[in-house]
């Protein structure tokens, strides 16, 4: 029975390639015609298979009705909750996960500091987006004309002497983001607080979320703070890879270490 769930399952990756007729799907299986039409009908009765006319198959619409389903049903800060908490324990930091909706970045998770100073941040709070490293993440993401447009439409406050000052240095903030997989905030929405930033991804490489550690600076310098990027990225990593349901490494840029970090709340 497990070879012939193991073959079925074979099949689906092979018509993701394009249609293919009985024989090619027989080829590739390894088994007679006979048995490779079997299993054809079975997908097939469950939608997961569609006949052209040409009498070659192609994925079925209730298999790509089913991926819908189960990424709508996703939970991210579910998935991504446990994995906060560890990443909290180890370092001790305060922790944030956040996600982009209708124009807005949201926290919609928050582990605190063990530490006696805590951020007045709170899940359900938007974010400062010119300056935040959880929005650098998300809009970085974005195409190249919508995240022109959201930068546009943004506000620039001067927070602090560190803050984004206009449209154009957004932008070239965004493009760097986009480039090196990881964002920064040193002091550019308060002066005492800095924070580091990765994406959480899906199973197309998209960023559906974006996590950070915030730490004020009596408590550890900016140096420091960076240096639990290597920790802060494998934990984004294996949020992304439990997210997508996939053993395969996230997609994530290489880290530039020859690269200033951007200086500009979590």
């Known amino acids: 029975m497990s070879q012939t769930v193991d073959r079925a399952l074979s099949i689906l990756p092979l018509l993701a390639e394009g249609p293919a007729d009985l024989g090619r799907v027989a080829d590739r299986l390894g088994v007679h015609k006979s048995t490779a039409l079997r299993l054809l009908r079975t997908l097939r009765e469950h939608g997961l298979v569609y006949r052209q006319e040409d009498q070659r198959y192609r994925l079925g619409a209730r298999l790509f009705a089913l991926a819908q389903e189960a990424v709508e049903n996703l939970d991210v800060r579910e998935i991504a909750h446990p994995h906060l908490v560890e990443l909290n324990e180890i370092c001790g930091h305060t922790v944030h996960l956040a996600v982009y909706e209708e124009g807005e970045v949201l926290y919609i998770d928050k582990v605190d500091s063990r530490y006696p100073v805590r951020m007045y941040s709170r899940i359900g709070k938007t974010v400062a987006m010119s300056v935040a490293a959880v929005a650098k993440l998300l809009l970085a993401d974005l ?23 206009h449209a154009a240095a957004f932008l070239r903030e965004l493009a760097t983001v986009r480039e090196q997989g990881w964002a920064t905030d040193l002091g550019g929405h308060e002066e005492s607080i800095n924070c580091v930033g990765a994406p959480i991804r899906g199973a197309d490489g998209r960023v559906v979320a974006a996590m950070s550690v915030s730490a004020p600076n009596v408590l550890v310098t900016a140096e420091e703070l960076l240096a639990l990027l290597p920790l802060l990225r494998r934990t984004a990593d294996a949020i992304s890879r439990e997210y997508s349901g996939t053993a395969v490494p996230a997609v994530t840029a290489v880290p530039d270490t020859n690269t200033a970090p951007s200086k500009d709340t979590p």
């Open 143 to 165: 195409p190249e004309p919508e995240r022109r447009t959201v930068a546009e439409r943004l506000d620039y406050p001067s927070y602090t002497s560190r803050s984004t000052p």
